[in-house]
């Protein structure tokens, strides 16, 4: 049995589809399971020891994954292009969701419907695992991330720093949403409350620099302790770094959803995450929702849209640190 996966971006939404092969080794433990994907995911899947081959998207790979004449080829994105893509695999039977955007379901054999795919009160992981529905046993066997357990990290310094055996906080105060964003005097506020009991790591993209460079022209390094790490850690030395924290709090990113799969998976460290414009019903912690600080009440709560339009911004700004800080005291 061979199956194509084609999940081409973000980092976030990959780790979020990753339980599908899961569920695919523990029916198939023989089948042969590739992956599609952009360049921003290839470093992590490359890591996870249950897929077979990973395929970078471009003309060559487009012809080899041809010539695999695949059984199923499973398209989570579900935008035009992917399904294109998946057409153009050639595999006996495409798969993908009923009513995807940009007509994408034109090109499936088999349409899976689920509704809404953006409701809110439907975790993406549960959503995602609906396509593989007719293909594995319906036992209530535990969902895995398949996150492996990094020995060694490659990057010096996150080695010195996890020898440490002072508790670690992980933070991920960045995302690719304004609307999501966590006001930057309440980092501090933050960061200030935490570091008498934890050494601060900070994490994020190299992209995101100057926005977290805001925030360390602030902190006073001689009363706190932290660890700048924002652009410096490859994957792996990342997975490394949370395996070997305590704590993760971030907005809803690739980071947060990392460090969920990781807590999934083996239990630690605690996750909380800041939601407003997006719902951690869908998105949130996975296995740790309840870990996820979110104004329910607010009418105009999970908008997704990626500028507040009301102006206000109120869904995220009224998540005091005071908050979180309670959060952290509860879990830790």
Same mark, same amino acid.
């Given at each position: *049995? ?10 976030? !939404?990959?780790?979020?589809? %990753? ?14 399971? !590739? ?86 009160? @439907? ?5 995602? %695992? ?75 993209? @190299? ?108 869904? *995220? ?12 005291? !509860?879990?830790?």
């Amino acid at each position: *049995m061979k199956f194509l996966i084609v999940r081409l971006s973000s980092l976030g !939404d990959i780790i979020h589809s %990753l339980p599908i092969v899961c569920k695919l080794r523990q029916k198939y433990p023989d089948a042969q399971i !590739d992956w599609l994907v952009r360049e921003k995911g290839f470093e992590l899947l490359n890591l996870i020891n249950e897929i077979d081959n990973v395929y970078l998207l471009n003309l060559k790979n487009i012809f080899l994954i041809q010539k695999q004449k695949y059984d199923h080829v499973i398209d989570v994105q579900g935008l035009f292009k992917s399904a294109f893509i998946s057409k153009s695999s050639f595999g006996k039977e495409i798969i993908g969701f009923k009513n995807a955007r940009e007509f994408a379901d034109v090109f499936y054999d088999k349409k899976i419907d689920v509704g809404n795919l953006f409701e809110t009160d @439907k975790h993406v992981v549960n959503l995602n %695992l609906r396509l593989i529905d007719d293909l594995i046993d319906n036992e209530n066997k535990k969902i895995n991330f398949l996150i492996p357990k990094i020995t060694e990290p490659d990057n010096a310094d996150v080695l010195q720093i996890t020898n440490d055996t002072s508790k670690k906080v992980i933070l991920f105060p960045s995302t690719t949403w304004e609307s999501k964003l966590w006001r930057m005097d309440y980092w501090f506020e933050l960061i200030n409350k935490i570091s008498k009991d934890f050494q601060v790591c900070l994490c994020a993209s @190299k992209s995101d620099l100057k926005f977290i460079q805001l925030l360390i022209d602030k902190l006073d390094f001689n009363k706190i302790s932290y660890a700048n790490f924002v652009g410096k850690t490859k994957i792996k030395d990342l997975i490394y770094l949370i395996q070997n924290s305590d704590l993760v709090i971030g907005l809803d990113s690739a980071g947060l959803h990392l460090a969920s799969a990781i807590k999934n998976d083996y239990s630690l460290p605690e996750v909380i995450g800041i939601y407003g414009p997006t719902s951690p019903c869908r998105s949130g912690p996975y296995g740790s929702v309840k870990n996820a600080l979110y104004l329910s009440e607010m009418k105009c709560i999970a908008c997704r849209k990626k500028r507040c339009l009301l102006g206000h911004h109120k869904c *995220m700004e009224d998540i005091l640190p005071s908050i979180v800080f309670q959060l952290i005291n !509860d879990l830790c």
